[in-house]
């Protein structure tokens, strides 16, 4: 069982940044792929980037170039360096975990997820 807990979010102004952190349990965190979705009200949960478990990253076409994912795993800690924030960016993010190390952008392949983060950004 992996336990993932967001934190980081909150409300800031267009063009502001922001970094959401997850914490994971577990004694492989490193040999996860760690994904970063959102979802609105009355949306379904979307992709926003993922990390391999050897480090390679993948972004929604939205978010490339303001968003980086990384990871820290001595920390046990997926983070999500969010910059250039535009209100359409307002959601609530949530981590996820995919034991098979490769992950993808479909949220129903991840196995663990975190309690979310909310994110407001206003214009």
């Known amino acids: 069982q992996v336990q993932l807990v967001e934190s980081g979010g909150g409300l800031v102004q267009a063009g502001d940044s922001l970094r959401l952190s997850c914490a994971a349990s577990?004694?492989?965190?490193?040999?996860?792929?760690m994904g970063w979705f959102r979802q609105t009200p009355g949306k379904e949960r979307e992709f926003v980037a993922r990390?391999?478990?050897?480090?390679?990253?993948y972004y929604e076409d939205s978010v490339k170039g303001r968003f980086t994912i990384s990871r820290d795993n001595a920390k046990n800690t997926v983070y999500l360096r969010m910059n250039s924030l535009k209100p359409e960016d307002t959601a609530v993010y949530y981590c996820?975990?995919?034991?098979?190390?490769?992950?993808?952008?479909?949220?129903?392949?991840?196995?663990?997820w975190g309690q979310g983060t909310q994110v407001t950004v206003s214009s």
């Open positions: 990390i391999t478990g050897s480090n390679r990253s």
């Open positions: 996820a975990a995919a034991i098979d190390g490769l992950g993808s952008d479909r949220f129903y392949e991840y196995r663990y």
């Open positions: 577990g004694r492989t965190f490193s040999s996860y792929a």
